[in-house]
């Protein structure tokens, strides 16, 4: 019989020891600058960024209390929702396609990682530059291949604008979604396909019962980095129209960038990035647990 | 013994990363954007042996900002020995994020070459002019530029150039429709259906209302029509009778189409674009436009910018430099007065200003400034003459980003009485 480890000090101290380094790393990178926001949110700042001391909820009532919160975090929450839904249905689809066998099949996959690779703020150039109004490229292709025959304005209202800048982020969330998805869908046994096919299953009954449960938690952890990438993300909606007009593209993050540094609200700025955190935090939270849950019934 | 030598290592690691994340959190509390971290530390502290050191952000104008400070600090070490000068050339863009930044970690830089300061002599972080800039640099100066720097009878910061507006108009354009050059809100109605009729493709008159300089918009209008941010008595009077028709007026045009296609995004800097492509007839511009248009091969004019009061008014934009009160020595005073001096000398200040398409500031400089380009003579006068934002005023941020609001609420259909009784109500209570 194999002697029971001897219980020391050093044996209890050891698994602390080496996970003290990403403690660390967390603590500087991650908790430290919540901190200072938390600090910042409930206290007085001065427009030159001077931190004048603790004033309670002050800063939480005067942003509650705007017209304009309402509308931000109504388009916020429009925006995360359609960007990461319809990004993981599509991102889903396009991991089912790359998963067959088909001659080029390494190379759409890298075709696919393209708009993952290149930098957010150029992705958002250039979808500004396709739907502009006087050069676009949308505009002269259409018109060299004789569709149209004057400029068409494809941004009319600010609800058209905010569609652009929700397709522009679905395109550029797609390959993540795909990726993860695809990972899952490699780790199927092919087996119960083939257990499946004997047992006379059609493609949606196998796609219902196999696949979808066994990349389920694939699909989760990329739904929930998705939320939080997607709620808090700035440079497609800063690059296309900076949260203009009066405000009906802007989220919450845009709207505390622009009550930050161009109103010198910083007090203001940092609550509206407290509340922010707080329901990610809640969507997270219910989101992670509830899938989980289901998971281990 | 394997465990052991694990332990030791685990424990170096450790040690070394929190070494390194020491230096880290400075770094993090301090994200400078473009700002190298050498430049980052304080004045006071920051002697180089036995040199004084001198810091400045300047803002950075256009592609040769850059490159003409780090020349002009090679030159200006060169003359003075026991000056160790550091300029940190930021964008427009990041300026304030950077600015602010420092102030909050206390690492505010001795000089500062912004736009706005009225937010920082509010928390007494300035020093007055007269305490850093030599009596004969500070006579150089329009007075008419250094009383927009006054709050409580002090100057506070001294102006580095400014920029006038007027509008540009395409010669051939107006003359294939057959007008004249409007000089009255009347005859720009009329000489932009003109145009409109004359050739569809092309936008009469550019309008730009966005979150980048929709402020400008308003000033255009309600000056031009007798109202304006403030009254007589320095008042906030946003809700005046001129300034809801001026705004009226503006947003009139856009919705019988007589201008570019949205005006909440195309910033001036489309509307150049346009103006040089040849799709755009008319539009409000600085004297930067004059060497964009020119080098586009467009047939340009500029004019007064048309009113409905019956007296054009210019809007001038005009920047600074002042000086952050970090405790500076007697010694170090003088260094930064050296530096100040150096910059307003007379050739290379004129040289700077002709670099980046702007307007003097000194009276020396427009005079080198007109002998150098004849086309200058015009503007300096149009600057003279020009009304400027209230930005002494503390609210001035809030009713700037206000005004900007109220237009696109207005493009969007809002009533703009409403909107500006609204506004005047928050920002003057």
Redesign the interface.
Known sequence: MKRKKPYTL?NKV?PY??I??SI??MA??II??IG?VFRMAFSQV??????KGFCGFDNFSKVLKSAKFGLVLKNTIIWTILVVGLSTVLGFILALLLNNEFKGRKIARAIVVFPWATTLVIQASVWKFIID??YGALNTLLKTLGIIE??V?W?PA?EA?FAWEIACGIFVTIPFVCFTALSGLQSIDASYYEAATVDGANYWQKLGHITLPLVKPSLTVATVLNIIYVFNSFPIVWTI????????TDTLVTYLY?LA????K?GEAAAVSVIGFLILLVCASIYMVSTLKKGDE | MKKLIA?LL??T??LA??AC?GS??AE??APAAEAPAETQAPAASAADGEKVTVTMIAAQYGPKTGDWWTEFEKKFEAANDGIDLVVDCVSWNDI??V???R??NGQAPDLLNIDVFA??Q??G?LLPAEEWCSAETYAKFYQAFLDQSEIDGTIWAVPDLASARAMYYNKDILDAAGVEVPTTWEELTAACEAIQAYD??IYPWGID????EGQAAFAYYTWGNGGGFVDDNDEWALNSAENVAAVEYAVGLVKAGLTN??P??NTRYDLQD?FCAG?LAMMIAPNALSSQAGEAGVNYGFAAIPNNSGTSVSAGVMDRIMCFDNGQTAEQMAAITAVVDAFYDDEPYAEWVLMEGFLPATSAGGEACAAADPAMGAWIDIVGSAKFYPTAK?EW??V??GVI?VE??A??G?NVQELLDALQAEIAG
């Open positions: 050093l050891e020891l080496w003290l380094p660390i790393l500087i990178f430290v600058p200072f001065t427009k030159a960024g001077l931190v109004t006087d004057r400029n304005n941004t600010p604008f129209t900076k949260g203009d007009p009066a405000s009906r622009k540094f161009y109103n010198g910083q | 332990m685990v424990l690691m450790v990363l929190a994340g880290k959190t993090t509390q304030y994020t600015v602010n930044t102030i909050a937010d920082f509010a928390d972080l569809p493709d209302m966005t979150t980048d296609s949205d909440a995004t346009l799709k503390a941020a809030d700037k980003q609001d696109q609420q493009l969007l809002g």
